[in-house]
């Protein structure tokens, strides 16, 4: 799918993004396909996953039963079709929807397993057994999450310490990772380990993992992150990278999470972006509408600017990485650099405009959506190193500095 410009230029303002949205990208240029993409995602949403939020929040449960509603509703197959990326325009959909609905753990566990998970099968799952991996996942009958982390090993993954040996005809896995997305409700994980040539990527089922704690996170209750410890033996054929290739592979598919990461942000945005505009209308103080405030107009006006700019730069990214054009690692983590702190920032001032209401969990959502996009700055790569990241690919350049700076 492309995100055509002409559908990207004609972002709606604000108050109206819950109606509208829904036809500004276009499926292969045809604008009624993203908008009907768009409608099917959303009535999904609302009648069988959004019903899963407030117990998935109190339990700190990820619902499997989303994943399986969106599999078996054949969108994951959707967004898994075409080229090598598949189809990109979808996945941005999917995940602004979720974050429009205010899914939360929810949305970004359905993430973690179509866009962290299921790019390594579909990229590099050459077996029957990794293809039969990716079907299940696909058609939503399998959760599946990435295990990278552990006590020594975050951002430096080139670390990894977690075993691969050979034993007898395949191979015995072990160690523990710190935190995995939703670890505690996943059927397949694909865990990064090192064998004697170096890193690799494994295919683990459930039976080879034990959850050693489900983690207090936050925000994002409902993604049950957990730590788990993994001791499997497996065939030959869940070998997914093969050592020497496991680092390369991972590094490819973060390019979906991270993109997958930035529209869940752009859509939480417009939920709280348009809640707190109507909000700014709806409610008076010193004898008019808090909008009247010149202060909190401009503010919101601010916010809504800097929203659309990087949603439009996320947009064409999409658009020409769909396109094969040569977007880089670099474009990718600057995207989600600027999205991971735009998220935080503007849902903090989204609380600010609702005074304490909007401190009051069970008042507004606004809570909730602040402290839930702060892990987007930590989860998929953290800021320090997305910039570090964009920094590798920024030169300078003699000749121009000759010319302006040292010509006298
Ligand atoms: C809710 C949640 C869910 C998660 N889900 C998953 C998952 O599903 N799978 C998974 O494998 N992992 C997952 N993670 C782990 C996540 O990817 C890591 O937390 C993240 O990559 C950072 O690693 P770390 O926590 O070890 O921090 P560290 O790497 O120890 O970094 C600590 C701080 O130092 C900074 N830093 C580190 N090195 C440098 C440097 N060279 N220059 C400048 N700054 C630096 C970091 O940016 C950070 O601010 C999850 C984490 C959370 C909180």
Redesign the pocket.
Known sequence: MTLSRAHVEDVPPVASVHAGLGARLSLGGAAGDAAEFRDRVRALIRERVAPLLPDAEDARRFPREAVAAFGSAGLFHERWTGGRHGDLGRSVLLSEEMGRAGLG?IG?GVG?HLE?ALPLLYRFGRTDLAKDALERGLSGTAVC?????EK??????SAVGAELRRDGTGWRVRGT???????AAADLVLV?CRAEDGPAVVLVERDGVEVVKR?R?A??RG?E?ARLSIDAHVPDEAVVARPGHGLSALLAGLMYERLAISAQIMGTLDLALTLAATHLRRRRQFGRPLVDHQALRLRLADLVSEVTITRRGLYGTVTELDAGAPVTVCDIAGIKAVAGRLGERVASECLQFFGGSGYLEDETPLARLWRDLR?CR????????ML?IVARGVRGDARLYEEWVERG
């Open positions: 753990g970004i973690l962290a999450c990435v295990a990278t982390s020594d090993v975050g951002s430096d993954l990772k710190w935190f995995v997305s939703p670890g990064l983690l996170t925000g994002m993604l992150t892990v930590i989860g998929g790569g953290t800021d320090e190193m570090e």
